[in-house]
């Protein structure tokens, strides 16, 4: 699992038939600071995430079958909106309510 932030949207009316239904989000992956890392990604959405919502996303074989019986052609997928996060760094932990 990686953390992300929901940076935009991907419209596509054309898809393949098991993408009907989602939302594509573009993602920008973050570390545990909340600093982007990496490269942005597209993901699909089942759960509701929105731009500027941080987000848990998987990604690789496994986030084809977040339809039990009907694998599809995805690459990552949103597994969860972050609430907040707690990175103890030295003797200071540094607590984050992710929707403020």
Same mark, same amino acid.
């Given at each position: 699992? *990686? /953390?992300?932030?929901?940076? +935009? &949207? #991907?419209?596509? %009316?054309?898809?393949?038939?098991?993408?009907? +239904?989602?939302?594509?989000?573009?993602?920008?992956? @973050? !570390?545990?600071? +909340? &600093?982007? @890392?990496?490269?942005? /990604?597209?993901?699909? !959405? *089942?759960? $509701?995430?929105?731009? $500027?919502?941080? #987000?848990? @996303?998987? =990604?690789? $074989? =496994?986030?084809?079958?977040?339809?039990? !019986?009907?694998?599809?052609?995805?690459?990552?997928?949103?597994? $969860?909106? @972050?609430?907040? %996060?707690? #990175?103890?760094? +030295?003797?200071?932990?540094?607590? =984050?309510?992710? &929707? !403020?």
């Amino acid at each position: 699992m *990686r /953390m992300g932030k929901v940076i +935009g &949207n #991907v419209w596509a %009316t054309r898809k393949e038939e098991g993408l009907q +239904g989602l939302k594509l989000l573009i993602i920008q992956p @973050i !570390d545990a600071y +909340g &600093n982007a @890392i990496q490269t942005q /990604m597209v993901a699909a !959405d *089942r759960i $509701g995430a929105g731009i $500027g919502d941080e #987000v848990l @996303i998987t =990604s690789g $074989g =496994s986030s084809r079958y977040i339809m039990k !019986d009907n694998p599809i052609p995805i690459d990552a997928v949103v597994i $969860g909106i @972050i609430d907040s %996060t707690e #990175v103890k760094r +030295g003797e200071i932990d540094e607590s =984050s309510n992710r &929707n !403020d």
